[in-house]
Structures are given as C-alpha cells and as structure tokens.
Nanobody
Framework: QVQLVESGGGLVQSGGSLRLSCAGS????????MGWYRQGAEKQRELVAS???????EYADSGRGRFIIPGDIRKKSVDLQMNDLKPKDTDIYYC?????????????WGQGTQVTVSS
C-alpha cells in the first residue's frame, strides 16, 4: 500500500503563490505517474497537472503557464508550484499516484489540502 500526504495549502491573496508538496511512502512495484487534482463542492475531481515516469507533463488549461509540477516520482514525491493564483483556483487539491503491483494498476490518493485564494 502507498500512503500520500499533502502539505502546503492555505490562504493566499489573488496574484500570490503557493507550493504544494506530496510525499509518498509504502511499497509499489512500479509507478506510472503522479499528479495533482482538484475538487470543489458538488464537482468532479479534475486534473490540474501530472507527470509520467518518462517525464511527460500534462497541465490542465486552467493552470497552464502558471503552475509547474516539479518532483521525482521515483521517490514518490511531487510538488505543485502555483503562481499568479486567482480566486477560481480555490479548491481542495489532491495528490494522486498511479502504479502497478502484481500486474494490476492501482491508484492512490492523499487526504487533500485546501487552497483558498482571496480577491
């Protein structure tokens, strides 16, 4: 089992920056990708940014150009650097890890961290 713990959320003014961190522990045979998702009340969880084992990065349109996803997924570690934050970025942000164990794909989630951007 893999456990993911997020940190770094909080309250920031519009135009400010936050850096979220995700640290994973536990064993899994291989990691395919790690990423960050967001979810608001009565909304589906949606991708913010992800990075694959091969280094390919994907950003949602909402964060492209403002967010960066540095990290080393081999170490089960990924951050989300969020710049020029806007009130619409307010949400709970979740770390995700997708990997394989015993030839089965598994997905793990952190508990989430609140990001609130004030206008």
């Amino acid at each position: 089992q893999v456990q993911l713990v997020e940190s770094g959320g909080g309250l920031v003014q519009s135009g400010g920056s936050l850096r979220l961190s995700c640290a994973g522990s536990g064993f899994i045979s291989s990691i395919n990708d790690m990423g960050w998702y967001r979810q608001g009340a009565e909304k589906q969880r949606e991708l913010v940014a992800s990075v694959t084992r091969g280094g390919s990065v994907e950003y949602a349109d909402s964060g492209r150009g403002r967010f960066i996803i540095p990290g080393d997924i081999r170490k089960k570690s990924v951050d989300l650097q969020m710049n020029d934050l806007k009130p619409k970025d307010t949400d709970i942000y979740y770390c995700n890890l997708v990997g394989e164990d015993r030839r089965r794909e598994k997905s793990f989630w952190g508990q989430g961290t609140q990001v609130t951007v004030s206008s």
